[in-house]
């Protein structure tokens, strides 16, 4: 990969790692649906076998749409290169196993995806690997969990569902005084709204299912490094593994993607409207939005991202209760999980995703009983406004 960001990301969706096909001039990528290709003697397949000419020999190894869509998000995020996978659960993983040895110790922020938190608990710990989830916005905890043993911080910001922010740069200082790897799931923000490589991070995950995409349709994720030897790790690891993302599901987020500046657009300015009207709304406790001055890290917000998001949370005055009957209220907004679609998607947490969870530990986590989570989408700020008042009536 050898372009770099132009003056801007509206552009780089759509032209980043995209040109027009070298072999028809096609302006779309085409979906390279081949498993093998064919080498034209001994000695090209044994040079590329020997990684000497860069082409293609199996798909599992790389693939010429998949590669498109890697060279795209790896220009938008400043990476050295992209790893596009499975899922953003493969991202993940791919990412613990190539980092983590037998016995090593992470530290990761305490409202991590719980996939993300799960796999480490029920998988790695069979291998020795041990974890300590902590709240990352506060450096000192995180410096009073390393141990000798530490290698890797695993950090999620803005976190779900509370909208808590972690100071990257600290935390890469932090990784850098101690010889850890900061890792940065960068899923809330997308790379429109926050580059963790540029602040120092060493290696981004994106769940590519949710604002790169963007139309709730694929379920994939991408993986990036600042550096070239990292970057050779983690490849050799997926591709061992077998986590690689198919060319047809590459083809269509390459699509969703050339979008994805106008949609963070669109729905940021819903999303920063919509926080604005349920702050001031009676039934409506309190906002979390990083947008919001009020926010306790508003100003952190400004300084490491170029936008405050789509994502919300709010606490209703009936509690529980009115949580479950705004719920069965909504009309436009779609009642489900998942998020960054151009559809917005509402859900009570506490009656939902994390209705498994012990209230008291729940309640330690920030996800309190009278929180709703939601995602703001594209559709006309008027329309999302109207349902969110006659769902608050009901
Ligand atoms: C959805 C999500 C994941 C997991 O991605 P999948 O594509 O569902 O495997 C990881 N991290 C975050 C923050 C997510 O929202």
């Known amino acids: 990969m050898d372009q770099t960001r132009s003056r801007s990301p509206f552009t780089d969706v759509i032209h980043a790692g ?29 040079a590329r076998f020997a990684g000497k000419d860069g082409g293609y020999i ?23 290169g992209g790893l596009a996978t499975a899922s953003g659960m493969a991202a993940v993983t791919t990412v613990y196993t190539a980092v983590l040895e037998k016995d090593a110790h992470m530290i990761a922020t305490a409202a991590v995806y719980g996939a993300s938190r799960t796999v480490v608990e029920n998988e790695y710990s069979r291998f020795g690997v ?41 935390c890469a200082a932090l990784a850098r005084e101690h010889g850890l790897v900061l890792a940065v799931d960068n899923t809330f923000s997308s790379p429109i709204l926050q580059n963790p490589l540029d602040l120092g991070a060493d290696i981004v995950i994106h769940s590519l299912t949710k604002f790169i ?13 600042r550096e070239e030897a990292l970057l050779k790790r983690l490849r050799k690891v997926l591709q061992l593994m077998g986590g690689t993302m198919d060319p047809h599901q590459a083809w269509l987020v390459l699509r969703g993607l050339k979008t994805l500046a106008l949609r963070m657009d669109k729905a940021q300015d819903n999303a920063m409207r919509a926080a604005r009207f349920l702050e001031s709304h009676p039934k409506v406790r309190w906002v979390n939005y990083p947008g919001l001055p009020g926010h306790p890290q508003h100003e952190l917000a400004k300084s490491q991202m170029k936008g405050f998001g789509t994502m919300l949370s709010f606490g209703l005055e009936g509690g529980f209760e009115a949580g479950r009957r ?7 907004c779609a009642l489900a999980v998942s998020l960054g679609s151009v559809e917005s998607l509402i859900q009570h947490p506490a009656s939902m995703t994390h209705a498994g969870v012990p209230r008291r530990e729940r309640e330690e986590a920030g996800i309190t009983d009278d929180l709703v989570r939601l995602s703001v989408g594209c559709e ?7 349902d969110l008042a006659q769902a608050l009536s009901a």
Do not use: W
């Open 58 to 80: 199996y798909t599992r190894l790389g693939n010429p749409t998949t590669r498109a869509l890697e060279d795209a998000v790896a220009i938008l995020e400043n990476g050295r």
């Open 18 to 46: 995209q040109a027009p096909d070298p072999a028809t001039g096609a302006v779309s990528v085409p979906i390279y649906q081949s498993s093998t290709f064919a080498f034209a003697s001994a000695e090209e397949g044994a």
């Open 130 to 170: 041990r974890a300590d989830f902590v709240d990352t916005s506060d450096i000192e905890a995180v410096r009073k969990r390393l141990t000798p043993r530490t290698r890797l911080l695993y950090v999620e910001t803005p976190a779900n569902p509370t909208l808590r922010l972690t100071d990257i740069r600290a």
């Open 380 to 386: 006309g700020y008027e329309d999302i406004q109207a």
């Open 326 to 332: 705004m719920m069965n209220a909504v009309k436009l």
């Open 213 to 225: 995409n963007g139309h709730s349709d694929v379920v994939g994720g991408m993986i990036l490094a």
